[in-house]
C-alpha cells in the first residue's frame, strides 16, 4: 500500500507532494513501482495545528477523485472521521483505514453502506493527541484485546471477515520498546484470524533502534516489512513501494518454496 500524504506537515515528507502535480507523481511512481492499493490522508496521525472536517474534505475528495480516474487500484482513506470516509468513498474509495479504531460511531454504518474494507488501528488515547507516557499492564494483551473487540465491532455492523484488517497502531501511543515487542509478536495478531495490517514505514521507533534521521530508515523499514511479514502481516504500508514491493515478493517466494517441502 503506498501512502499518499494530503498534507504539509507529514512526519516523513514534510509537505515535499502537497502540491498536486506532485502528489500525483508520487502517485504514479508508486503504482509504476508496484502498489496494490493507495491510500490517502490528508490529517497526519501526530500532534499539531487543528484540521477542521471541512479542511480534510478539500484535501481528500479532488485527490481521491483523481486517483480513480487515473489508476485502476483499490483507494483507501485514512481518517477517523465517519463523514469524510462516506465522502470518499463516493468519490472512488473503498477501504477505510481509521487510525482511531472506530470511535466516531458513524464511521463503520459508512463502510457498511458503501460495501468498503475497514482496518482498525489501535492507539491508546485518540489521533492527534500526545501521548509521550504510554502506560499499559501488558501492552500485547491489550492491543490484541482492543483490536479483537474493534474486529467484532466490524463484523456485528455487517463487514465480513475478508473486508476487515487490524493494525497494532505501531509508533501510536507506544514507547519504542513497546512498538519493537508488538512488532517482535505480530503473529498475536495473525491469530486472530484477520489480514494484519503494517504500517512501520519509517517511523520513529525504527529511527531510535538503528539511530537515524526519518530520511536514513529505508533499509531498517525493509528488515521490519521482512519480520512482519514471516509473522503473518499481509499488507504492507510503505513510503518506498518499490522497496517494500521487493521484499514482499521474496518474502512470499521463500514461504511458497517452504511449503512445497523442498530444501
Given amino acids: 500500500m503506498g501512502i499518499l500524504n494530503r498534507t504539509p506537515d507529514s512526519f516523513y515528507d514534510q509537505g515535499r507532494y502537497w502540491s498536486f502535480d506532485d502528489f ?3 502517485a504514479e511512481k508508486h503504482v509504476d513501482d508496484g502498489a496494490d492499493f493507495l491510500d490517502v490522508g490528508g490529517v497526519k496521525a501526530g500532534p499539531g495545528p487543528e484540521v477542521t472536517e ?17 489508476f485502476d487500484l483499490p483507494l483507501s482513506i485514512d ?3 465517519g463523514a469524510v470516509a462516506d465522502t470518499a468513498f463516493t468519490a ?3 477501504i477505510g483505514n481509521d487510525i482511531s479504531g472506530f470511535a466516531d460511531p458513524t464511521f463503520l454504518p459508512a463502510c457498511v453502506e458503501h460495501q468498503a474494507s475497514v482496518v482498525a488501528t489501535q ?14 499492564q501488558n501492552v500485547r494483551t ?22 476487515i484488517m487490524i493494525d497494532a497502531g505501531l509508533d501510536l501511543g507506544k514507547t519504542t520498546a513497546m512498538s519493537a515487542e508488538l512488532l517482535r509478536h505480530s503473529d498475536d495478531l495473525t491469530d486472530l ?12 521507533f525504527i529511527g531510535e533502534l538503528v539511530g537515524t534521521e526519518v530520511d536514513q530508515r529505508k533499509e531498517a523499514s525493509w528488515a521490519a516489512h521482512a519480520l512482519g511479514i514471516s509473522l503473518g502481516c499481509r499488507v504492507l504500508r510503505a513510503h518506498d513501494v518499490q522497496g517494500a514491493r521487493r521484499v ?5 517466494a521463500v514461504l511458497a518454496h517452504g511449503k512445497k517441502g523442498q530444501p
Avoid: H
Avoid at 129 to 135: G, K, L, S, T
Avoid at 193 to 204: H, I
Fill in 92 to 94: 472512488g474509495a473503498c
Fill in 248 to 252: 514482499s515478493d521474496m518474502m512470499a
Fill in 54 to 70: 471541512a479542511e480534510e474534505l478539500d484535501r481528500v475528495i479532488p485527490a481521491i477523485e483523481a486517483l480513480a480516474a487515473r
Fill in 79 to 81: 481518517t477517523w472521521r
Fill in 193 to 204: 484470524g484477520y489480514a494484519v495490517f503494517l504500517s512501520a514505514s519509517n517511523k520513529g
Fill in 24 to 26: 500525483l507523481a508520487l
Fill in 123 to 136: 492507539v491508546r488515547l485518540g489521533p492527534r493527541i500526545p501521548d509521550p507516557q504510554p502506560r499499559y
Fill in 142 to 163: 491489550e492491543v490484541t484485546d482492543f483490536l479483537a473487540t474493534r474486529a467484532q465491532w466490524a463484523l456485528a455492523a455487517g463487514i465480513p471477515t475478508e473486508r
